[in-house]
């Protein structure tokens, strides 16, 4: 809009555009703040994926998700829940730490009875408390070691699957907002990625072991974090994301990857309809693990030996593949 149609808005179209302007500000940056979660905690994954293995790395993923959520709300103390598809609580990081087993048992229990946990895994909807001593939904449990003066529980979900339970809590009253519990939400979606992916790890791993075989293996960097590239792309097999590191194993620039038609642009013509159907296999849900080896064309025309694994998720309602590849 011009100089001169600003002059002709009154004061108030004025203040309206301001207004405007400054929501749109606040939830672009609420977007970001989501999207760099996103990032930490694939970023996460893929590095507990190398240094550790079955329950202890499903164990340091809810550490993570953890870390993330209370730097994003300045929380004091925070425990996360996560449950199998009839409810059951399968691993769970209690905000007094560790517990003997009874007693972890025992506390789960009674905030999933008759605590906010309970509440939310009933309404499948985030519970904030502003005022823990008038709000008859949260439990002091016996023996607390801290303070609780407000509290907010998210649910994690995938669709309508109910992954876990986050829930923060610091001791002054009126700590968390709308506003905080819209941020959460969002990270949640992201939150529920990295869990399940971990999960769908452990699951892999286990069938590895059993099987004996590298059907499912995660593949091996070839030395550090920093050589990984991650990724999530649409099921026409369009960059939704892309590190920057994708773009160097290839030789393109980093504006000219995302705007590829698809990511078998990066596929060697020998090993592109291969790549292609375990793609439409991931997608379709055949398998819901894709772990291909294949060559890869750079911009330069050169082919490069890449490794790649992924799985199938659904990212705001649509399904996606979200995975690294390296080169081998």
């Not at 649910?155 to 907002?177: D, N, Y």
């Not at 698809?262 to 894709?290: D, M, R, W």
Request: charged letters at 20%; proline letters at 2%; one cysteine or more.
């Amino acid at each position: 809009m011009s100089d001169r149609a600003l002059s002709d808005l009154s004061a108030a179209e004025l203040i309206q555009k301001v207004e405007s302007l400054q929501a749109r500000l606040v939830h672009l940056e609420k977007v970001k703040l989501a999207f760099d979660a996103q990032d930490e905690l694939v970023r996460s994954l893929v590095s507990m994926g190398r240094a550790a293995t079955g329950r202890l790395m499903l164990r340091s993923m809810l550490m993570q998700t953890i870390k993330v959520s209370v730097k994003l709300t300045n929380a004091e103390e925070s425990s996360l829940f996560l449950l199998d598809n009839k409810g059951a609580v399968t691993e769970s990081i209690l905000a007094r730490g560790a517990t003997i087993r009874e007693q972890r048992a025992d506390l789960i229990g009674k905030v999933l009875d008759s605590g906010l946990a309970g509440w939310v895994v009933r309404n499948r909807q985030p519970g904030i408390i502003t005022d823990t001593r008038i709000d008859d939904r949260w439990v002091t449990l016996p023996n607390q070691p801290y303070t609780v003066g407000s509290a907010l529980c998210i649910p994690i979900l995938r669709g309508k699957a109910l992954l876990g339970l986050l829930t923060l809590t610091h001791p002054e009253t009126h700590h968390f907002t709308e506003a905080t519990s819209e941020l959460l939400q969002m990270c949640a979606t992201q939150m529920a990625l990295a869990l399940d992916n971990a999960r769908l790890y452990v699951l892999e791993h286990q069938k590895q072991e059993e099987k004996n075989t590298e059907d499912a293996k995660i593949p091996e960097t070839k030395q550090d974090l920093s050589q990984v590239g991650i990724f999530i792309i649409a099921d026409n097999g369009k960059f939704l994301y892309a590190n920057p590191l994708i773009a160097q194993i290839f030789g393109y620039e980093f504006g000219e990857l995302v705007v590829l038609d698809s990511i078998l642009k990066l596929v060697a013509t020998t090993h592109y309809h291969q790549v292609a159907e375990q793609l439409q296999q991931c997608f379709q849900g055949y398998n819901p693990v894709i772990s291909a080896q294949f060559q890869g064309q750079r911009k330069d025309r050169r082919l490069v030996d890449i490794a790649l694994y992924g799985t199938r998720t659904k990212f705001y309602g649509k399904y996606v593949i979200i995975g690294v590849l390296s080169l081998q």
